[in-house]
């Protein structure tokens, strides 16, 4: 009971509850209120909205520690863009993680909201068009309702994820003054990392309890179709907004998506001379790819590990849950209780599981090695997975796989010869996820390696530091180099880009059932 009772003693105990609380429910309120007039105005842009959704999820694509060292780069008061819009340290304030996350979030939020709005029957609205219901007043008295539960289900998962943020804290701590930015689960990882994993462990716990709770409220939600009704005063118009309000308010939702980005790559392109200069300059005087070399060269071991991890254990976590998934929707494996374990999963953060992975992997010997990545990182991405493909099999045709059994097949065999071939839609969207979520993952790489990929004996896949611990590495007070962490910024981004294009047609398909028409 000794580490619990330091909870009481700790001096630094009150300021992480204290931040704690803070991430998780501002970041959750900043989402909901921006998301739904962004989803709004995507919806009545019809199919010119759908092909601006892929631009609005770039954010949510790009790794964490990547969105947070762009940021911190752009506010920087002397040498970033916020020189010439407001320039405060914004280094140590934990409005800084609350713009990360957010930035992170929002696409994701306004994603699952889109989703339910246009899912709304077509009879409901041709009711409403009777009725001479438009613009906000059908807003709050139609569409909010019906969307409540994909409003309520985002607003407990960005808590959770506000909960449970830690790429900001990471790339902010050496900026900050001590325990400035820290929440309990970055807390939790240092007293980990520094040796103490009685006390870690404890703090685990608190959050693990905290975690289930969040997440059966983010399962139950998710089972619900209730419509809440929302009073609406008599001020609120019928009428559409203009669309030219509408297409003003988009460019500047875009501007904050994209601007970090472009930041981001103008100040790959710039001289150390250039990026040192203050006042800073915008564009890049003489533009050079030399930040990029030193990069690609300094940085491709651990690339090289995070390529070989991503891969690998993406083909592992399709391999488990797509078969898993099928008989889970066709079949009824494991009923309910089966799918609420699994969104109980996909609601539980990572830094659960360093304490007891840490001795397992320790004992078999794959410490500090790719194969020790490539046996946990499913952990985090097999949930996600197996929630996507349940969703797709839940309206694939039965007629499929019982016509390929009427000709002899069995189950097996029609799902592996049949179904899994007409299924590429949803494999490619599990697929995208699952890498994306390898890709850019942190927590594990910390707590599992301490060393770069050894090049000179790529078969013994030994060290397995990954390309985020890099940019890190990059972005400490020792080794910082602006042009070269934005460059290696910048290359983190490609792949995640790449996917987010190749699936661009089915990004809602993870909130909306879908599946192959034959």
Same mark, same amino acid.
């Given at each position: ?10 001096p630094f ?6 931040? %704690?609380?803070?991430y998780?429910?501002v970041v959750?309120?900043?989402?909901i209120?921006l ?7 995507l ?14 999820m ?12 762009m940021?911190?780069?752009?506010? +920087?008061?002397?040498?970033?863009l916020?020189y ?12 800084t993680v ?8 929002l ?6 909201i ?8 077509r009879e409901?609205?041709?009711?409403a ?12 008295q139609?569409?909010l ?5 994909q ?11 506000g ?9 902010g701590k050496?900026?900050a ?5 820290? +929440? ?5 990882f240092?007293q980990?990392y520094e040796?103490?994993p009685?006390?870690?462990?404890a ?14 409220v983010?399962?139950r ?19 559409? %907004?203009?669309?030219w309000i ?17 930041w981001?790559i103008?100040l790959?392109?710039?001289s150390?001379k ?5 006042p800073?300059?915008i564009l ?8 990029y070399?030193?990069?690609f060269?300094?940085?491709?071991p651990?690339?090289?590990?995070s390529?070989?991890?991503a ?5 592992? %976590?399709i391999v488990?849950a ?23 999963l +996909?609601?539980?953060?990572?830094i659960i ?7 397992i ?13 490539v ?8 949930p996600?997975?197996?929630w996507?493909?349940y ?9 499929i796989e ?5 000709d ?7 799902f ?6 007409l ?6 969207v ?49 080794t910082v ?8 910024g910048v ?8 996917l987010?294009?190749l ?13 192959y028409?034959?």
């Open positions: 009971m000794s580490n619990y009772l330091r909870f009481f003693q700790d105990m009150a300021r992480i509850v204290s931040n %704690t609380l803070f998780m429910t959750p309120l900043i989402d209120a998301a739904i007039p962004l989803a709004v105005i919806k009545r842009l019809g199919s010119l909205g759908k092909k601006i959704l892929p631009l609005i770039i954010p949510s694509f790009i790794p964490g520690v990547t969105a947070a060292m940021w911190y780069l752009m506010l +920087n008061p002397f040498f970033g916020a010439y819009l407001f320039p405060y340290n914004w280094a140590s304030s934990i409005w609350v713009i990360v996350d957010v930035w992170r979030t696409p994701l939020t306004t994603l699952i889109y989703s339910g709005l246009i899912s709304i029957p409901v609205e041709e009711a068009q009777a009725d001479g219901l438009a613009g906000p007043r059908k807003l709050f139609i569409d309702p019906l969307v409540a539960p409003i309520l289900t985002a607003a407990v998962l960005m808590m959770i994820s909960f449970f943020t830690f790429d900001p804290i990471y790339i050496s900026q003054g001590p325990r400035a930015l820290d +929440n309990l689960a970055f807390y939790a240092e980990f040796g103490v009685g006390y870690a462990s703090i685990i716990v608190l959050m693990g309890l905290l975690a289930t709770a969040m997440a059966m983010y399962i939600l998710l089972s619900t179709s209730s419509f809440i009704k929302i009073p609406v005063p008599r001020i609120v118009p019928s009428s559409e %907004t203009p669309l509408q297409v003003a308010i988009l460019l500047i939702y875009m501007t904050f998506i994209v601007l970090p980005i472009a981001l103008l790959s392109l710039k150390p250039e990026i040192l200069s203050v800073p300059t890049p005087i003489e533009p050079s790819l030399s930040n070399y030193q990069a060269s300094q940085g491709l651990y690339m090289a590990a390529l070989i991890a891969l690998t254990s993406t083909g592992v %976590t488990l797509a078969p898993a998934a099928y008989v889970m929707s066709r079949h009824g494996l494991g009923g309910s209780r089966l799918l609420a374990y699994i969104l109980f +996909n609601a539980t953060p990572t599981y360093i304490v007891p992975l840490f001795s992997l320790r004992s078999l010997g794959i410490l500090n090695n790719v194969w020790g990545l046996a946990v990182f499913p952990i985090m991405t097999c996600i997975v197996s996507i493909l969703n797709y099999y839940k309206r694939f045709p039965a007629h019982e016509a390929a059994q009427a002899g097949m069995n189950r097996l065999g029609a592996t010869r049949i179904v899994l071939p299924s590429r839609e949803g494999l490619l599990a697929f995208i996820y699952s890498f994306l979520i390898a890709w850019g993952a942190l927590i594990f790489p910390l707590a599992f390696t301490y060393s770069p990929y050894d090049l000179s004996k790529p078969l013994s896949f030994s060290g397995a530091q990954t390309f985020s611990i890099f940019i890190g590495i990059l972005t400490s007070p020792a180099s602006y042009g070269v962490t934005a460059a290696a290359i983190s981004s490609i792949p995640p880009i790449i987010l294009l699936g661009r047609n089915n990004l809602e398909k993870i909130w909306a059932s879908g599946g028409k034959g």
